[in-house]
């Protein structure tokens, strides 16, 4: 989260919660302020919404602010995921929601435009405008090689860029296309062998992102017309739902798949004991939600692969098991792996470098602060584009800036 101020209002972009319970917690004075006039949102992900309950606890009493789509997934979530009267105290106060591309002012003299970014459903560039100063803010940045939203092909210029760097030590992410078909192929050597595969998933998103796949799969005969494809995930199924609703937002591709295969996002929660693809729901460590069960109920099972295409942290449980370790202990019980482990690459929802680079290159900043991101990305990225751009910064946790005297600075 990033604050803004100017002499009369306070804007705050996103309010997330730490997804890796051993981060460095945030200082309380960048996000328990009392005097922020508005949140900004970019993408409805835990760790860019996740403390709005805390955040309309402590004393906010201003106006959020997002695109549709990115409203109704917040509500998603915090309704899964806080007590009902923190989920409420958070939805009302919202602000009437805006398109795509449509100005509006979030608190006296501040305005932001959002701008499609790809990442998932509603995801948004934000642009914001003060007093002829001009800033955008990245949120997260989308996968241009993924199939589901169009990356944008133009950007506003802007004096300052926000720009996450999350995969910036990596020039270029695999091959979607190679990735997608290496996983149809383990998927068809599984169910030959009469096995089960269980996918652990993100529900916002790498759900969506996969069903698509699943089903286009079967249309196009690389997998089985039959195969049975199981969604084991509450939340997941909600957020389908709202995809399904905001068909706009979608690529060309996606919607024409509306068009040829009827619902492209197909499935049923309905687990008959036959082979099947199994999505099911995880934390981001693995150690939680209902893919947990299928651990203890398949991993001792040779016939079956558990497949991990979402990021975990390093040492965690699904790190573990995606690097291939001989045991777990679930529930007070020791699992011996024997299922096939299979780590997909190339699934990333994020930008790589290169695409990263692409976005300086349109936006031609005066100043870029590297955000989102491990210091060896960050360093990486910054190496890579500062012959570009004017100052390339990588700002600490809490660290504030006069941005008017570093633009005036770089002037002089």
Same mark, same amino acid.
């Given at each position: 989260?990033h604050?803004l101020?100017? %002499? &009369?209002?306070?804007? *705050?972009?996103?309010?997330g919660?730490? !997804?890796?319970k051993?981060?460095?917690? /945030?200082?309380?004075?960048l996000?328990?302020n009392?005097?922020?006039?508005?949140?900004?949102?970019s993408?409805?992900?835990t760790?860019?919404v996740?403390?709005?309950?805390?955040f309309?606890?402590q004393?906010?009493?201003?106006?959020?602010?997002?695109?549709?789509?990115t409203k109704d997934?917040?509500?998603a979530l915090?309704f899964?995921n806080?007590?009902?009267?923190?989920?409420?105290s958070?939805?009302?106060k919202?602000k009437p929601t805006?398109?795509?591309?449509?100005?509006v002012?979030?608190?006296?003299g501040?305005y932001v435009t959002?701008?499609?970014?790809?990442?998932?459903?509603?995801s948004s560039?934000t642009?914001?405008?003060?007093n002829?100063?001009?800033?955008l803010?990245?949120?997260?940045?989308? %996968? &241009?090689?993924k199939? *589901?939203?169009d990356?944008?092909?133009? !950007?506003?210029?802007a004096?300052?860029? /926000?720009?996450e760097s999350t995969?910036?030590?990596?020039?270029l992410?695999?091959d979607f296309n190679?990735?997608?078909?290496?996983?149809?192929?383990?998927?068809?050597?599984?169910i030959?062998?009469s096995?089960?595969?269980p996918?652990?998933?993100?529900s916002?998103q790498?759900?969506?992102?996969?069903l698509y796949?699943?089903n286009?799969g079967k249309?196009?005969?690389q997998?089985p017309d039959?195969l049975?494809?199981?969604?084991?995930a509450?939340?997941g199924?909600v957020v389908?739902?709202?995809?399904?609703h905001?068909?706009?937002?979608?690529?060309?591709?996606?919607?024409s798949a509306?068009?040829?295969?009827g619902n492209p996002f197909?499935y049923?929660t309905?687990y008959d004991?036959?082979?099947c693809v199994?999505?099911?729901s995880s934390?981001i460590?693995?150690?939680?939600?209902?893919?947990?069960?299928?651990?203890?109920?398949?991993?001792?099972?040779p016939?079956?692969t558990?497949?991990f295409?979402?990021?975990?942290?390093?040492g965690s449980?699904?790190?573990?098991?995606?690097?291939?370790?001989?045991?777990?202990?679930?529930r007070?019980?020791?699992l011996?792996?024997?299922a096939e482990?299979?780590d997909?690459?190339?699934?990333s929802?994020h930008?790589?470098a290169t695409?990263l680079?692409?976005i300086?290159?349109m936006v031609?900043?005066?100043i870029v602060?590297?955000v989102?991101g491990?210091n060896?990305p960050r360093?990486?990225l910054?190496?890579?584009?500062?012959?570009?751009?004017g100052?390339?910064?990588?700002?600490?946790?809490?660290e504030?800036f006069?941005l008017?005297?570093v633009?005036?600075?770089?002037a002089a």
């Amino acid at each position: 989260m990033h604050r803004l101020d100017n %002499n &009369k209002a306070s804007v *705050l972009l996103d309010c997330g919660s730490r !997804l890796d319970k051993n981060q460095i917690p /945030l200082p309380d004075r960048l996000k328990r302020n009392t005097n922020v006039n508005a949140v900004v949102l970019s993408h409805p992900h835990t760790d860019h919404v996740g403390d709005l309950p805390n955040f309309v606890e402590q004393g906010f009493k201003g106006g959020i602010f997002s695109v549709h789509p990115t409203k109704d997934i917040t509500a998603a979530l915090l309704f899964q995921n806080e007590p009902r009267h923190r989920a409420e105290s958070v939805m009302e106060k919202y602000k009437p929601t805006v398109d795509h591309n449509q100005r509006v002012e979030v608190a006296e003299g501040i305005y932001v435009t959002f701008i499609p970014a790809a990442h998932i459903l509603g995801s948004s560039f934000t642009l914001i405008e003060n007093n002829g100063l001009r800033i955008l803010f990245s949120g997260d940045v989308g %996968n &241009k090689n993924k199939k *589901l939203f169009d990356f944008p092909e133009t !950007l506003p210029e802007a004096d300052v860029l /926000l720009l996450e760097s999350t995969y910036g030590a990596r020039e270029l992410h695999p091959d979607f296309n190679n990735s997608l078909n290496d996983m149809y192929h383990s998927i068809d050597r599984t169910i030959s062998r009469s096995g089960n595969f269980p996918i652990s998933v993100f529900s916002i998103q790498r759900t969506q992102e996969l069903l698509y796949h699943l089903n286009k799969g079967k249309y196009e005969g690389q997998l089985p017309d039959d195969l049975r494809i199981v969604l084991d995930a509450p939340l997941g199924e909600v957020v389908t739902d709202i995809y399904l609703h905001y068909r706009e937002y979608f690529s060309d591709e996606i919607s024409s798949a509306f068009n040829m295969m009827g619902n492209p996002f197909a499935y049923t929660t309905h687990y008959d004991g036959k082979p099947c693809v199994i999505l099911a729901s995880s934390s981001i460590s693995g150690s939680e939600g209902k893919i947990v069960q299928h651990y203890i109920n398949g991993l001792e099972n040779p016939n079956n692969t558990f497949a991990f295409p979402s990021y975990r942290p390093p040492g965690s449980l699904a790190d573990r098991l995606a690097r291939g370790c001989d045991t777990v202990h679930l529930r007070g019980k020791s699992l011996e792996v024997k299922a096939e482990i299979y780590d997909p690459r190339g699934f990333s929802s994020h930008a790589d470098a290169t695409q990263l680079f692409e976005i300086v290159k349109m936006v031609k900043p005066k100043i870029v602060f590297l955000v989102h991101g491990e210091n060896i990305p960050r360093i990486a990225l910054k190496e890579k584009i500062r012959g570009s751009v004017g100052e390339v910064i990588l700002p600490g946790i809490a660290e504030e800036f006069d941005l008017e005297t570093v633009l005036s600075k770089r002037a002089a």
